[in-house]
């Protein structure tokens, strides 16, 4: 019979030995490691890697005394995966953000080209503005702009070329404007150009 307080399963040798190694080596180990990557948690992750290595080698780890040496060995292999793998990972995403720059537009040529359209369709009339917002922004057929705003079809397809027309005469003008500079018209004279 046991006596009370004894534990159901009583560590195997293995478990033992693997238990003492940890509580002697650990915080050296972790030293080791601390000082040869960039975070506290890579070296836990280095630190944590080389005791499972040891656990796997339990009855490869020396009895003589030289198991610290042995787990230095192992931590130093482990390390030098863990670099080969923050390279790979670093080549990768270097080679990720080169595809995005080639698939997604610079942000700031989006924004340049917003302002040039916001301030062309700004020299517009409200109602070329209007039409051209629904159709082209809110994606409506002129036949659907036309219920909007409640007038034949016919004459939405008229004004929806004319205002075209003009919106690429305005967007021309602003491009061509003085250098860089977006010159803003005021609504109303380019109301009374038209």
């Given at each position: 019979m046991r006596a009370s307080g004894e534990s159901r399963h009583a560590p195997s040798d293995a478990e033992q030995r693997f238990r003492t190694l940890f509580e002697s080596h650990v915080r050296e180990l972790l030293g080791y490691a601390l000082r040869r990557v960039g975070s506290a948690e890579d070296a836990s992750d280095v630190v944590a890697d080389t005791m499972l290595v040891a656990w796997r080698r339990i009855g490869d780890v020396p009895t003589d005394g030289t198991a610290r040496l042995w787990l230095y060995g192992v931590a130093r292999r482990v390390l030098a995966n863990?670099?080969?793998?923050?390279m790979r990972r670093e080549r990768l995403g270097e080679r990720l953000r080169q595809q995005?720059?080639?698939?997604v537009p610079d942000p700031a040529e989006d924004l340049t080209t917003v302002a040039v359209i916001r301030q062309a369709m700004s020299a517009l009339s409200i109602s070329d503005r209007e039409l051209i917002e629904l159709t082209t922004w809110e994606g409506l057929q002129p036949q659907e702009a036309a219920m909007v705003l409640g007038v034949p079809a016919r004459t939405v397809r008229n004004?929806?070329?004319?205002?075209?027309?003009?919106?690429r005469r305005q967007l021309a003008d602003v491009r061509d404007g003085p250098g860089h500079v977006l010159a803003v018209r005021p609504e109303h004279v380019a109301q009374e150009e038209q």
């Open positions: 863990h670099h080969r793998s923050g995005l720059r080639e698939v004004r929806l070329h004319r205002a075209r027309a003009r919106l």
